[in-house]
Protein backbone atom coordinates (compact mmCIF):
# COMPACT_ATOMS: atom_id res chain seq x y z
CA UNK A 1 0.00 0.00 0.00
CA UNK A 2 2.49 2.26 0.80
CA UNK A 3 4.86 1.82 -2.14
CA UNK A 4 1.33 2.38 -4.36
CA UNK A 5 0.63 5.33 -2.21
CA UNK A 6 4.42 6.42 -3.24
CA UNK A 7 3.75 5.75 -6.98
CA UNK A 8 0.71 8.08 -6.98
CA UNK A 9 2.42 10.92 -5.08
CA UNK A 10 5.06 10.36 -7.82
CA UNK A 11 3.58 10.44 -11.13
CA UNK A 12 1.26 13.65 -9.25
CA UNK A 13 4.57 15.53 -7.72
CA UNK A 14 3.29 15.40 -4.21
CA UNK A 15 6.19 13.72 -3.26
CA UNK A 16 9.23 16.63 -2.23
CA UNK A 17 12.49 16.39 -3.02
CA UNK A 18 12.63 13.20 -5.85
CA UNK A 19 13.45 13.38 -9.08
CA UNK A 20 10.36 14.66 -10.66
CA UNK A 21 8.35 12.09 -12.75
CA UNK A 22 7.90 13.00 -16.76
CA UNK A 23 5.50 12.54 -18.87
CA UNK A 24 6.49 8.85 -21.02
CA UNK A 25 8.62 8.07 -17.44
CA UNK A 26 7.97 4.30 -16.80
CA UNK A 27 7.41 2.98 -13.14
CA UNK A 28 7.54 -0.32 -11.69
CA UNK A 29 6.76 -1.74 -8.66
CA UNK A 30 8.53 -5.12 -7.69
CA UNK A 31 8.43 -7.10 -4.94
CA UNK A 32 11.46 -9.08 -4.43
CA UNK A 33 12.57 -11.26 -1.73
CA UNK A 34 16.29 -12.06 -2.43
CA UNK A 35 19.08 -10.14 -2.75
CA UNK A 36 19.64 -11.39 -6.62
CA UNK A 37 16.34 -10.59 -7.58
CA UNK A 38 16.79 -7.39 -6.34
CA UNK A 39 19.72 -7.18 -8.72
CA UNK A 40 18.19 -8.44 -11.52
CA UNK A 41 15.29 -6.40 -10.84
CA UNK A 42 17.63 -3.39 -11.56
CA UNK A 43 18.72 -4.74 -14.43
CA UNK A 44 15.76 -2.60 -16.28
CA UNK A 45 18.79 0.34 -16.42
CA UNK A 46 18.29 4.12 -16.91
CA UNK A 47 16.89 4.00 -13.07
CA UNK A 48 16.42 8.03 -11.47
CA UNK A 49 15.02 6.91 -9.12
CA UNK A 50 14.74 3.56 -6.42
CA UNK A 51 12.66 3.49 -3.42
CA UNK A 52 12.39 0.69 -0.99
CA UNK A 53 9.89 0.15 1.09
CA UNK A 54 10.61 -3.29 3.24
CA UNK A 55 12.61 -4.28 6.45
CA UNK A 56 15.83 -3.11 7.47
CA UNK A 57 17.43 -2.18 10.66
CA UNK A 58 21.13 -1.12 11.81
CA UNK A 59 22.78 -3.04 14.44
CA UNK A 60 26.05 -1.91 13.56
CA UNK A 61 26.21 -2.47 10.80
CA UNK A 62 22.99 -1.86 8.49
CA UNK A 63 20.80 -4.07 6.19
CA UNK A 64 17.64 -4.71 4.06
CA UNK A 65 15.87 -7.69 5.48
CA UNK A 66 14.10 -8.99 1.97
CA UNK A 67 13.10 -12.16 3.82
CA UNK A 68 12.72 -13.36 7.39
CA UNK A 69 14.02 -16.82 6.80
CA UNK A 70 17.02 -17.35 8.23
CA UNK A 71 19.07 -17.92 4.65
CA UNK A 72 21.46 -17.14 2.18
CA UNK A 73 20.83 -13.82 -0.05
CA UNK A 74 17.91 -12.48 1.85
CA UNK A 75 19.35 -9.78 3.39
CA UNK A 76 21.43 -6.67 1.37
CA UNK A 77 24.17 -5.45 3.65
CA UNK A 78 28.14 -5.46 3.58
CA UNK A 79 28.09 -7.07 6.76
CA UNK A 80 29.34 -10.29 5.58
CA UNK A 81 26.83 -12.26 7.55
CA UNK A 82 25.77 -16.05 5.71
CA UNK A 83 22.40 -14.39 5.02
CA UNK A 84 23.90 -11.17 3.58
CA UNK A 85 24.53 -10.27 -0.11
CA UNK A 86 26.76 -7.24 -0.11
CA UNK A 87 25.43 -3.57 -1.38
CA UNK A 88 28.85 -3.53 -3.39
CA UNK A 89 27.23 -6.68 -5.58
CA UNK A 90 24.61 -3.77 -7.50
CA UNK A 91 26.25 -2.76 -10.26
CA UNK A 92 26.64 1.09 -11.08
CA UNK A 93 26.17 1.39 -14.53
CA UNK A 94 21.78 0.38 -14.29
CA UNK A 95 21.71 4.15 -12.78
CA UNK A 96 21.91 7.25 -13.91
CA UNK A 97 24.07 9.78 -13.21
CA UNK A 98 22.08 11.95 -10.97
CA UNK A 99 19.46 8.99 -9.89
CA UNK A 100 18.32 8.99 -6.44
CA UNK A 101 17.50 6.05 -4.30
CA UNK A 102 15.47 6.62 -0.99
CA UNK A 103 14.61 4.08 1.79
CA UNK A 104 12.02 3.85 3.91
CA UNK A 105 12.44 1.09 5.82
CA UNK A 106 13.69 0.70 9.71
CA UNK A 107 16.76 3.17 10.56
CA UNK A 108 17.87 3.29 6.94
CA UNK A 109 19.94 6.12 7.18
CA UNK A 110 20.48 5.38 11.21
CA UNK A 111 23.40 5.93 12.89
CA UNK A 112 27.10 5.22 11.16
CA UNK A 113 27.21 2.19 8.41
CA UNK A 114 23.82 2.47 7.85
CA UNK A 115 21.84 0.56 4.41
CA UNK A 116 22.06 4.11 3.28
CA UNK A 117 25.76 4.98 3.69
CA UNK A 118 26.37 1.59 2.24
CA UNK A 119 24.12 2.07 -0.75
CA UNK A 120 26.07 6.06 -1.01
CA UNK A 121 29.64 4.64 -0.85
CA UNK A 122 29.36 2.33 -3.26
CA UNK A 123 27.21 3.53 -5.63
CA UNK A 124 28.25 7.44 -5.78
CA UNK A 125 24.65 8.72 -5.64
CA UNK A 126 22.03 10.77 -3.28
CA UNK A 127 20.76 7.99 -0.89
CA UNK A 128 18.20 8.57 1.45
CA UNK A 129 16.77 7.03 4.74
CA UNK A 130 14.86 7.81 7.92
CA UNK A 131 17.45 8.55 10.80
CA UNK A 132 14.76 7.93 13.49
CA UNK A 133 15.89 5.96 16.00
CA UNK A 134 13.65 2.12 16.39
CA UNK A 135 11.31 0.30 14.40
CA UNK A 136 8.37 1.82 11.75
CA UNK A 137 4.36 2.10 11.50
CA UNK A 138 2.25 2.25 9.21
CA UNK A 139 -0.06 5.70 8.35
CA UNK A 140 -2.71 6.39 6.54
CA UNK A 141 -2.49 10.41 8.23
CA UNK A 142 -1.20 12.29 5.22
CA UNK A 143 0.19 15.13 7.57
CA UNK A 144 2.80 12.04 9.71
CA UNK A 145 3.22 10.50 6.22
CA UNK A 146 4.79 13.68 5.04
CA UNK A 147 6.74 14.05 8.11
CA UNK A 148 5.02 17.07 9.11
CA UNK A 149 4.70 16.15 12.51
CA UNK A 150 6.04 13.83 15.22
CA UNK A 151 4.40 10.43 15.82
CA UNK A 152 2.32 10.64 19.06
CA UNK A 153 0.85 8.01 21.42
CA UNK A 154 -2.27 7.48 19.73
CA UNK A 155 -0.82 6.89 16.04
CA UNK A 156 0.52 3.61 18.05
CA UNK A 157 -2.61 2.44 19.28
CA UNK A 158 -4.49 -0.69 16.88
CA UNK A 159 -6.49 1.44 14.45
CA UNK A 160 -8.49 -0.14 11.49
CA UNK A 161 -6.76 0.46 7.92
CA UNK A 162 -8.93 1.36 5.40
CA UNK A 163 -7.72 -0.53 2.38
CA UNK A 164 -8.68 2.38 -0.18
CA UNK A 165 -6.87 4.81 1.78
CA UNK A 166 -3.04 6.58 0.85
CA UNK A 167 -1.01 4.63 3.22
CA UNK A 168 2.87 5.85 4.20
CA UNK A 169 5.88 3.94 5.96
CA UNK A 170 7.33 5.90 8.70
CA UNK A 171 9.53 5.86 11.94
CA UNK A 172 7.71 5.13 15.46
CA UNK A 173 9.89 7.40 17.28
CA UNK A 174 10.17 11.11 16.42
CA UNK A 175 9.20 13.30 13.29
CA UNK A 176 9.68 11.34 10.26
CA UNK A 177 13.20 12.97 9.51
CA UNK A 178 15.82 11.51 6.56
CA UNK A 179 19.36 11.90 5.99
CA UNK A 180 21.08 12.06 2.76
CA UNK A 181 24.36 10.42 2.17
CA UNK B 1 15.91 9.34 -23.09
CA UNK B 2 13.10 7.79 -21.74
CA UNK B 3 13.86 7.87 -18.33
CA UNK B 4 12.50 4.25 -15.38
CA UNK B 5 11.68 5.00 -12.38
CA UNK B 6 11.86 2.05 -10.03
CA UNK B 7 9.93 1.61 -6.98
CA UNK B 8 10.36 -1.13 -5.24
CA UNK B 9 7.94 -3.09 -3.43
CA UNK B 10 8.75 -5.41 -0.36
CA UNK B 11 5.78 -4.85 1.82
CA UNK B 12 3.80 -7.48 1.08
CA UNK B 13 6.37 -10.07 1.51
CA UNK B 14 7.56 -8.49 4.59
CA UNK B 15 3.81 -8.73 5.89
CA UNK B 16 4.23 -12.02 5.54
CA UNK B 17 7.47 -13.04 7.05
CA UNK B 18 6.47 -11.07 10.29
CA UNK B 19 4.55 -14.37 11.23
CA UNK B 20 7.62 -16.65 10.82
CA UNK B 21 9.64 -14.15 12.64
CA UNK B 22 8.53 -14.04 15.91
CA UNK B 23 6.55 -11.07 15.07
CA UNK B 24 9.16 -8.90 15.13
CA UNK B 25 7.59 -6.82 12.64
CA UNK B 26 5.05 -5.25 14.87
CA UNK B 27 1.75 -4.30 13.02
CA UNK B 28 1.18 -1.10 11.25
CA UNK B 29 -2.13 0.34 12.80
CA UNK B 30 -4.41 1.31 10.46
CA UNK B 31 -6.81 4.87 10.25
CA UNK B 32 -9.17 5.64 13.60
CA UNK B 33 -12.08 3.08 13.25
CA UNK B 34 -15.29 5.08 15.16
CA UNK B 35 -15.03 2.48 18.65
CA UNK B 36 -12.13 2.08 20.61
CA UNK B 37 -11.48 -0.93 22.74
CA UNK B 38 -9.25 -0.72 26.19
CA UNK B 39 -6.85 -3.52 26.18
CA UNK B 40 -7.32 -4.50 29.68
CA UNK B 41 -3.49 -4.28 31.94
CA UNK B 42 -3.01 -7.98 33.46
CA UNK B 43 0.13 -8.13 35.16
CA UNK B 44 2.38 -10.92 34.98
CA UNK B 45 2.91 -14.03 36.73
CA UNK B 46 5.11 -15.82 38.48
CA UNK B 47 6.96 -18.43 36.69
CA UNK B 48 6.04 -21.75 37.48
CA UNK B 49 8.88 -24.28 39.76
CA UNK B 50 11.81 -23.81 40.64
CA UNK B 51 11.04 -20.63 42.57
CA UNK B 52 10.43 -21.12 46.04
CA UNK B 53 7.19 -19.02 47.65
CA UNK B 54 8.98 -15.90 48.55
CA UNK B 55 11.22 -14.52 46.44
CA UNK B 56 13.43 -13.18 49.26
CA UNK B 57 14.33 -16.77 49.81
CA UNK B 58 15.04 -17.44 46.31
CA UNK B 59 18.29 -18.39 45.34
CA UNK B 60 20.80 -15.94 44.50
CA UNK B 61 21.01 -16.71 40.59
CA UNK B 62 17.30 -17.06 40.18
CA UNK B 63 16.98 -13.63 41.86
CA UNK B 64 19.31 -12.20 39.74
CA UNK B 65 17.59 -13.99 36.31
CA UNK B 66 13.94 -12.76 37.10
CA UNK B 67 15.37 -9.33 37.73
CA UNK B 68 17.03 -8.89 34.48
CA UNK B 69 14.08 -10.64 33.28
CA UNK B 70 11.90 -7.83 34.78
CA UNK B 71 13.68 -5.55 32.59
CA UNK B 72 11.87 -6.32 29.65
CA UNK B 73 9.53 -3.43 29.61
CA UNK B 74 12.74 -1.22 29.09
CA UNK B 75 13.78 -2.92 25.67
CA UNK B 76 13.52 -0.78 22.98
CA UNK B 77 15.65 -2.32 20.33
CA UNK B 78 15.20 -5.48 18.95
CA UNK B 79 16.17 -6.26 15.28
CA UNK B 80 13.04 -7.65 13.18
CA UNK B 81 14.84 -10.29 11.83
CA UNK B 82 14.70 -13.76 14.52
CA UNK B 83 18.07 -14.40 13.06
CA UNK B 84 20.09 -11.17 13.62
CA UNK B 85 22.43 -11.02 16.64
CA UNK B 86 20.62 -9.42 19.67
CA UNK B 87 22.75 -7.02 20.68
CA UNK B 88 20.45 -4.26 22.41
CA UNK B 89 20.72 -3.43 26.10
CA UNK B 90 18.96 -6.58 28.13
CA UNK B 91 18.07 -8.39 25.05
CA UNK B 92 21.46 -9.33 24.84
CA UNK B 93 21.66 -10.64 28.70
CA UNK B 94 18.50 -12.50 28.46
CA UNK B 95 19.43 -14.33 25.39
CA UNK B 96 22.72 -15.56 27.15
CA UNK B 97 20.69 -16.77 30.02
CA UNK B 98 19.00 -19.43 27.58
CA UNK B 99 16.56 -21.35 29.38
CA UNK B 100 17.11 -20.06 32.19
CA UNK B 101 14.91 -17.54 31.70
CA UNK B 102 12.21 -18.99 29.73
CA UNK B 103 10.13 -19.21 33.02
CA UNK B 104 10.03 -15.92 33.77
CA UNK B 105 9.67 -15.45 30.35
CA UNK B 106 6.61 -17.34 30.03
CA UNK B 107 5.17 -16.06 33.24
CA UNK B 108 5.22 -12.73 31.68
CA UNK B 109 3.23 -13.73 28.28
CA UNK B 110 -0.08 -12.61 29.73
CA UNK B 111 1.67 -9.43 30.58
CA UNK B 112 -0.59 -6.91 28.02
CA UNK B 113 1.46 -3.49 29.52
CA UNK B 114 2.75 -1.58 26.94
CA UNK B 115 6.87 -2.44 26.84
CA UNK B 116 8.90 0.34 25.62
CA UNK B 117 9.62 -1.34 22.76
CA UNK B 118 7.84 -0.34 19.13
CA UNK B 119 7.70 -1.73 15.46
CA UNK B 120 5.01 -1.19 13.97
CA UNK B 121 2.66 -0.87 16.63
CA UNK B 122 3.57 -0.73 20.27
CA UNK B 123 4.71 -3.80 21.80
CA UNK B 124 3.38 -5.52 24.81
CA UNK B 125 5.58 -7.05 27.35
CA UNK B 126 4.01 -9.91 26.57
CA UNK B 127 4.72 -9.38 23.02
CA UNK B 128 8.81 -8.82 23.75
CA UNK B 129 8.65 -11.87 26.23
CA UNK B 130 7.26 -14.37 23.26
CA UNK B 131 9.91 -12.85 21.18
CA UNK B 132 12.70 -13.69 23.39
CA UNK B 133 11.18 -17.42 24.10
CA UNK B 134 11.42 -17.43 20.08
CA UNK B 135 14.66 -16.65 19.92
CA UNK B 136 15.97 -18.82 23.01
CA UNK B 137 14.01 -22.04 21.61
CA UNK B 138 14.00 -21.27 17.82
CA UNK B 139 10.72 -22.66 17.04
CA UNK B 140 9.29 -23.40 13.83
CA UNK B 141 5.91 -22.39 14.82
CA UNK B 142 4.70 -19.14 15.99
CA UNK B 143 3.49 -18.11 18.08
CA UNK B 144 2.41 -21.70 19.61
CA UNK B 145 4.96 -23.42 19.96
CA UNK B 146 3.50 -27.30 20.16
CA UNK B 147 1.58 -25.98 17.33
CA UNK B 148 -1.56 -26.09 19.63
CA UNK B 149 -3.11 -23.85 18.11
CA UNK B 150 -2.73 -21.55 14.67
CA UNK B 151 -3.20 -17.84 14.11
CA UNK B 152 -6.63 -17.53 12.59
CA UNK B 153 -5.09 -15.91 8.29
CA UNK B 154 -7.70 -13.11 7.69
CA UNK B 155 -4.63 -10.52 6.91
CA UNK B 156 -1.56 -12.78 5.84
CA UNK B 157 0.76 -10.35 7.69
CA UNK B 158 1.26 -9.34 11.52
CA UNK B 159 -2.34 -7.73 11.52
CA UNK B 160 -3.47 -11.84 12.20
CA UNK B 161 -0.94 -11.37 15.64
CA UNK B 162 -2.16 -8.55 17.27
CA UNK B 163 -5.78 -9.21 16.51
CA UNK B 164 -5.69 -12.67 17.45
CA UNK B 165 -3.97 -11.79 21.27
CA UNK B 166 -6.39 -9.07 21.72
CA UNK B 167 -9.17 -11.40 21.96
CA UNK B 168 -10.54 -13.29 25.00
CA UNK B 169 -7.92 -15.09 26.62
CA UNK B 170 -5.43 -15.81 23.84
CA UNK B 171 -2.37 -14.68 25.91
CA UNK B 172 -3.46 -17.19 28.77
CA UNK B 173 -3.71 -19.95 26.01
CA UNK B 174 -0.29 -18.98 24.53
CA UNK B 175 1.71 -18.53 28.10
CA UNK B 176 0.24 -22.34 28.94
CA UNK B 177 1.70 -23.50 25.59
CA UNK B 178 4.92 -21.95 26.09
CA UNK B 179 4.81 -23.22 29.95
CA UNK B 180 4.24 -27.05 28.94
CA UNK B 181 6.61 -26.76 25.88
CA UNK B 182 9.34 -25.41 28.61
CA UNK B 183 8.54 -28.36 30.45
CA UNK B 184 9.13 -30.63 27.76
CA UNK B 185 12.20 -29.19 26.70
CA UNK B 186 13.56 -29.81 30.24
CA UNK B 187 12.63 -32.90 30.62
CA UNK B 188 14.10 -34.47 27.01
CA UNK B 189 17.38 -32.45 27.98
CA UNK B 190 17.50 -34.36 30.96
CA UNK B 191 17.22 -37.57 29.76
Known sequence: ?181 | MRKNTFDHKTIGLAFCLSLQMLFCISCARGQTSKTTRAVPEIKSEQPDAPTPASSNEAPADERQIKELVDKIKLIDNLPPKLSQPFNGKYAKEIIELGEKAAPYLAAKITDASNSNYSYLFRHKVGDVALILLQKIYQTKNFPFPDDSEKLPSKYGDYRDYTKFMRSAKARKRLQNSWKNYIAQQKQQSKS
Open chain 1, 1 to 181: MSAATHEKELRSKLFLNVPAFETGDAVKIVEVSRGAAFIEALSIGNIAYLAYFGHSWNDGVGALYLHGADAPDTNLSNAGGVNDTAITKIPKENFRADAQIRLFGCQGAFGTNSAAEQFANHLKLKVYGYSNSGGSLFTQDKTLGHGKRAVKKADTEFKKFKKTSDTWLIPINGTPTFREF
